[in-house]
């Protein structure tokens, strides 16, 4: 994106970020979805992508709201782990 239109855009759209957060221990669909709900459950995420074969999840969130601190202790809770997601 071009920083000098940054004024331009609307609150949402300059306050949201995405990550990807790698993920250890995702076997069946059933581990995708409590991955997905972990994570939809925090306050301030607006999307969430997960990838099994890939062990990766996508999260687009309100980075004045939530952090990936945050998503981490979700994940852990839930009872996965998450891991560095290996450089492409």
Do not use: F, W
Request: aromatic letters at 2%.
């Amino acid at each position: 994106m071009d920083k000098t239109n940054i004024d331009n855009l609307p609150r949402e759209a300059r306050i949201m970020a995405t990550v990807h957060v790698g993920i250890a221990g995702m076997t069946c669909d059933q581990c995708v979805r409590r991955v997905e709900g972990a994570l939809r459950s925090l306050a301030g995420v607006k999307e969430v992508t997960v990838d099994r074969g890939q062990a990766v999840a996508t999260v687009v969130y309100d980075d004045t709201v939530t952090d990936v601190p945050a998503m981490h202790d979700a994940l852990l809770r839930s009872g996965y782990r998450p891991v560095a997601v290996p450089v492409r």
